[in-house]
């Protein structure tokens, strides 16, 4: 790489050239503290900074970003302010590391079109670090002291000038009129950088095999601890170079039409960060999002992008009100760790989708056709306005993000059959904003629809064999497309058997659809449950669904299990399954998180490594049946 | 909804939430434009009775005759807004559920008329009545105060979620007035809202908006003891100045008995 001199006498001069161009960005101080910052005059650069309060994330996944301008239920535009050319000055080497690591989130399947352009009109100009600061780690996993990739152009300190490094194109643009460096001062450069690496004193031992370790002690000592001192106050998160987690919120002016949907970083520290409907909180227990924290930072980012989640910035240490440190953490496990077990590391199937428009919008459906199933739930079915959607397509057991503008936004299955194509259904119970919004609606009505996303029920892997459906509640609306679809192919399929369970008979879904499942040859539906209340009619099973496995007919050999229903159903149906004798690669499940965006980016619907959004919502057992922390 | 009929009421209290609902210039007349104000007695010379849409209550519960009111305002009153600290956790009324003494001692502290005095220990609202929504804050937020607004008028729950007050404060890039000025922040504790108002302004926060969701105020206390060298009893009046009714903030009181 070709290396200049710049003589600090010149810097302000060289930034007040810059300026012409770009609009510069680099770290002042503030309270003696410092924080990246437009900067009007170049003597209010703090280049011998140590640490940012904000890590320069902020100028390409923004705190708060507009993401589109509403009208109406369905009427929204993208919203467009142009980005002006932006020049960072000054980023640590582990800031650039760590900007790498968001690249791949919002760039690499479903690109981010506000992170895509923020981040092409930013040119990059690091800083290699001097000298060690307080709380960072980077040498651990070379992210640091010295910069390798990922900059424009490098400044490094070397007394009374910089050495200059080219790391691009531009960059080689913008170091025109340099001189070049000659050999002592290009070994000064690297003997400075040596000797900051040397003194570094704090390290993360065996970064490489860090999540096997980490997966060994998932019930170490050590977390209960931490969860005696967190304040589960967040600034770890808000303050870390590489979180990417947001909630996306529909704000609307007093005329209630208009209004923008935005999204804000969120945190998984937050206890509402997992929050679904009717006030269910996954990660409710603040061990369990210490937890994911730490693992995510250390292990689970590497499964999910193959990148690092930690780049050793050390901003989450300083910041932290109770010195809560990864290091020491690490350290402290690594003392008394538990007897080691076999790893078992989940890796995702990939499935990279580019595509070149805005994920983020929504196309207009119009709803054909509004059929109430109980009283709390109805079955839409769908058409999409443009006719550049003739093609869409699903799989059975996708699901789709349905916007009600100014409300919000929600996860739905499909429930109609992927065989079906110039209509979809959505099976819906009202428990909140969307859903009551949904409610309210009637035919003819539009509403903002994108999807379809994740992995569906293995249509093809079934073919030949006998499908054996568990279902509870709602859960039945994402398995209604396969009933029909098999209806429709009864001769590519073995016996098929549906196991149904609700709270109440009211509360059953598609009763009237049940008859013509009865009709279809080797077929047996088996209804249950919890209680009957006043309904004199049940003739059938009472007590939760697991009861009616007693009836299973099914071979445990060449048979396939699809459970949908709650976690708690689904905990007892897959360890009912287990001991029947049926295989984990034979059950196949449908979970339940919170989603904001269906695309691998809100991280709302994290499972440990696992996007249910995308690696899901439908997976085969036998691949998270070993998570840690396991699934249920 | 049409526009709704809204009242105004107000129990003990310092009228400063109220006041917070009319200070919202620029906008005000377009939420006049779409609320019906029937009854605010700060506000108007005319006022109407029931039945109302919305009523936000202002203030805790003090004495037998407001609890009367409250309960009278549940009934007429189709959703009820517990507005302001006082009303959501007792506020700084509520400091006087703590000191130690007996009701008949505390009037008599304070009032030298006796005969027609009765007052109740102190308690937000919703100790009494169900509430359906909550605006916290000493006073009340005004942007908080608008969305409600407008998810009442669109029929939606506005969803709030109760952070740490350091994420919003760190949001801002302030230099941490705990960590750095050795200052007894309750940020960390406290529910944001408040845009981090006071930390934001050099002055620590006092915990007005009480607690944040999850919120491990033992943990705080201890680093007001060990590390800042707070005493017990200042610890304590920290926890019960504003929210000292609720679960969360009577565990940073500890054991802690006379204050
Ligand atoms: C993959 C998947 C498929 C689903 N399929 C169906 C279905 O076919 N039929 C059906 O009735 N329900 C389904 N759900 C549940 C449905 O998404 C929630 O009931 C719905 O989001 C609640 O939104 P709300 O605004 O009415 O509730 P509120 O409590 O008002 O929630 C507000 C916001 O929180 C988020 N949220 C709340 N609950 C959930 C949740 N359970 N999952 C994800 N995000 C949530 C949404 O962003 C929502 O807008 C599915 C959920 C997932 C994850
Ligand atoms: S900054 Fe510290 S106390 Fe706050 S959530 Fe993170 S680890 Fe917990
Ligand atoms: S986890 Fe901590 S040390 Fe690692 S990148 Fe984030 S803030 Fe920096
Ligand atoms: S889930 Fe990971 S990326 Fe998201 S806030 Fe938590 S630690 Fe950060
Ligand atoms: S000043 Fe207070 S609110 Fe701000 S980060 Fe520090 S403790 Fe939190
Ligand atoms: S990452 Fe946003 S829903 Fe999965």
Known sequence: ?632 | MGKPKVAFFKLSSCAGCQLSALNIEPILLDVLGVIDIRYFVMAKRENHGGPYDIGFVEGAVTSPRELEELKKIREECSVVVAMGTCACFGGIPSIKNFCGMTQKQIEAKVYTELWDIKSMPVYGIDYYIDVDYYLRGCPIDKNEYLILIKSLLKGINPLFRFHSVCNECILKENVCLLIHRKKACMGSVTASGCGALCTSLGRECEGCRGPASDCNAESLAEVFTKELGLSKADVARKFLKYAGNTPEFSKGVGHYEHY
């Open chain 1, 1 to 632: 790489m070709e290396k200049y001199i710049l003589p600090k006498s010149e810097l302000a001069e060289y930034v007040n050239k810059l300026k012409k161009e770009y609009e510069i960005f680099g770290p002042v101080s503030k309270d003696n503290k410092y924080v990246f910052q437009s900067i009007e005059d170049p003597q209010d650069l703090r280049l011998e900074y140590d640490t940012t309060i904000l890590p320069p994330k902020k100028y390409f996944h923004s705190p708060e970003q507009i993401m589109m301008e509403f009208s109406g239920i369905a009427d929204s535009v993208q919203e467009k302010e142009p980005v002006g050319k932006r020049l960072l000055i000054g980023v640590h080497p582990c800031d650039v590391n760590a900007i790498l690591s968001l690249d791949k989130v919002f760039l690499n399947t479903y690109s981010d079109p506000y992170y895509k352009e923020l981040r092409e009109n930013t040119i990059i100009i690091a800083n290699n670090c001097t000298q060690p600061c307080k709380d960072g780690f980077c040498a651990s996993f070379k992210t640091g002291p010295g910069i390798e990739n990922g900059f424009d152009l490098a400044l490094t300190d070397i007394g009374p000038k910089y050495v200059i490094t080219v790391g691009s194109e531009k960059g080689k643009e913008l170091a025109k009129g340099f001189d070049l460096a000659d050999e002592k001062e290009t070994a000064l450069e690297k003997k400075t950088i040596n000797d900051c690496l040397n003194n570094i004193t704090r390290w993360i031992d065996d970064v490489d095999n860090i999540a096997n370790f980490l997966h060994a002690n998932f019930e170490h000592e050590v977390w209960m601890e931490t969860k005696e001192e967190c304040l589960a106050c967040g600034a770890c998160t808000t303050a870390c170079p590489t979180c990417y987690c947001f909630a996306v919120k529909d704000m609307v002016e007093l005329c209630l039409e208009k209004g923008q949907r935005t999204r804000v970083w969120d945190s998984c520290m937050f206890y509402e960060f997992s929050r679904v409907a009717l006030d269910h909180v996954f990660m409710a227990d603040r061990t369990s999002r210490i937890k994911q924290r730490i693992y995510h930072k250390l292990a689970y980012t590497k499964q999910q992008f193959d990148v690092l989640g930690c780049v050793g910035c050390g901003r989450c240490v300083g910041i932290c009100l109770k010195n809560i440190d990864p290091v020491k953490i690490i350290s402290r496990i690594r003392e008394v760790p538990c007897v080691p077990q076999d790893p078992c590391i989940y890796n995702p199937q990939q499935k990279s989708v580019v595509d070149n428009h805005n994920p983020w919008l929504t196309e207009k459906a119009v709803i054909k056709a509004v059929k109430k199933i109980t009283p709390d739930v109805n079955t839409y079915t769908f058409k999409f306005t443009s006719p550049n959607m003739k093609d869409y397509s699903f799989e059975n057991g996708t699901y789709n993000m349905i916007s009600i503008f100014g409300v919000g936004e929600s996860p739905i299955s499909i429930s109609s059959s992927e065989e079906e194509k110039d209509t979809f259904d959505h099976t819906v119970r009202v428990v909140g904003n969307v859903t009551s919004a949904l409610g309210k609606l009637h035919v003819g009505d539009i509403v903002g629809i994108r999807g379809p996303y994740g992995h569906g029920w293995p249509m093809e892997e079934m073919k030949g064999k006998n499908v054996l459906i568990i279902a509870g509640g709602i859960g039945l609306a994402p398995l209604r497309g396969v009933i029909k679809s098999i209806e429709r192919n009864r001769d590519q399929y073995g016996r098929l058997e549906i196991l149904y369970g609700s709270k109440i008979p009211e509360s059953m879904l598609f009763t009237d659809e049940y008859g013509d499942w009865q009709k279809m040859p080797d077929t047996q539906l088996l209804l249950t449950v919890d209680c009957v209340g006043d309904n004199d009619d049940w003739k059938e099973n009472i007590g939760v669904v697991t009861k009616l496995c007693d009836k299973i007919t099914c071979s445990t050999e060449n048979t396939i299990v699809l459970a949908c229903g709650p976690d708690v159903m689904m905990k007892y149906v897959v360890a009912k399954m287990l001991k029947l004798g049926f295989k984990p690669n034979q059950v196949f499940v449908s979970l339940e998180r919170r989603m904001g965006c269906g695309m691998k980016k809100c991280g709302n619907c994290h499972l440990g490594p696992v996007f249910v959004c995308q690696d899901g919502p439908v997976f085969r057992y036998s691949d998270i049946m070993n998570l840690p922390g396991g699934v249920f």
